[in-house]
């Protein structure tokens, strides 16, 4: 069966760039580009913003995603490899000094419609 994933974007800051939206359908896959589903969101208004998935199959996923500032098409690090642009997640990581785990951020997709609120934050260590 498939239904419609609505990812609910909050906390857009900036209107330049895009935001890249990674859906993993398994920990084997996670964080592998070519093995997710990827979409690019051209950002018109600070804020919130919705943007829907139709026909996504039911099952488990996790999302990462980023906000690319530079339109360069990867999430940029600083010189500690901290994130330096806007990212978001599916769950709530256990660490900020590491990258999540699918399981951390896996949820299940089993229903016609589901909104899915996903922050978009700055890297902190508090």
Do not use: C
Not at 74 to 103: A, C, Q, Y
Request: proline share 6%; net charge negative.
């Amino acid at each position: 069966m498939t239904g419609t994933l609505t990812v609910d974007l909050q906390n857009i800051h900036s209107t330049k760039g895009i935001i890249w939206v990674g859906i993993y359908n398994s920990e084997e896959n996670f964080m592998i580009k070519e093995n997710a589903i990827v979409e690019g969101i051209k950002i018109n208004n600070t804020g919130n913003l919705k943007y829907e998935f139709p026909n996504l199959e039911y099952g488990t996923y996790a999302i990462a995603l980023f906000h690319d500032e530079n339109y360069n098409g990867e999430m940029d690090f600083n010189v500690l490899g901290i994130p330096s642009e806007p990212f978001g997640f599916s769950g709530k990581p256990k660490s900020r000094w590491r990258m999540p785990t699918f399981h951390e951020l896996k949820f299940e997709f089993k229903s016609p419609n589901l909104s899915l609120p996903i922050k978009l934050m700055n890297w902190s260590p508090f």
